[in-house]
């Protein structure tokens, strides 16, 4: 972890780290590529990383996905593999009720309801109509989808060293959606300030903070 980083620093660490950076976002946008379930499981893992470690939310999703118990399992199934990710109770019950509101006939039904021309309209609706997710778990769905080129994932990490970088002058709690749109904003100057990709910023970010780069 790195504290009170400056912004030659953070320069630097985004010359070492674009490669890898660049590769992650191309292996993210494959996630559309692939079937409904696959993206859905995605969706799954947003649910589950507010307040808990992505790793760990990784881990349980790839084993629901693998077992089927993400697509069949009703919450309890689900949350019998979610012993590391906090609140797992009601996530597990975002996740069903996620994933009843996708299905039709049988099948979830997921790239067909996402307007991905307009990622703020996907955005809304996602708020809107997924119990769980909110715009900062909207936008890292989108975005490991290949679709948040302008979209930020305001997640506590990035809060931090955008207070450390005097892009905002406190981290609020918690983030209502105009001050969402706010920092975002925000954001969005600062990367064009630096001259780095806001969809690649985030990702610089959260590798300082962070020392990874997951998804």
Not at 117 to 131: G, S
Request: net charge positive.
């Amino acid at each position: 972890m790195i504290f009170m980083l400056s912004k030659a620093r953070l320069l630097k660490s985004y010359k070492l780290m674009k490669p890898t950076i660049r590769r992650r976002l191309r292996e993210l946008a494959l996630n559309w590529e692939k079937p409904d379930r696959h993206v859905f499981a995605e969706l799954a893992f947003c649910i589950c990383t507010p307040l808990s470690r992505a790793v760990h939310c990784n881990e349980a999703i790839d084993e629901l996905e693998r077992t089927g118990a993400l697509f069949t399992g009703n919450a309890e199934d689900i949350r019998a593999y979610m012993g590391r990710v906090r609140f797992n109770r009601n996530k597990s019950r975002y996740i069903v009720n996620a994933r009843d509101f996708l299905t039709e006939k049988g099948r979830i039904r997921i790239k067909k309801k996402l307007n991905v021309d307009d990622v703020q309209e996907a955005r809304r609706w996602l708020d809107k109509n997924i119990m769980g997710i909110g715009y900062k778990e909207a936008s890292h769905f989108l975005r490991n989808l290949g679709f948040g080129r302008d979209l930020a994932i305001l997640d506590v990490h990035v809060l931090k060293l955008l207070k450390e970088f005097k892009v905002i002058g406190s981290i609020p709690d918690p983030v209502s959606k105009k001050r969402y749109i706010s920092i975002e904003n925000r954001m969005k100057g600062f990367a064009e300030k630096i001259n780095v990709p806001l969809i690649e910023l985030d990702l610089l970010l959260w590798y300082n903070e962070t020392g990874m780069i997951v998804k």
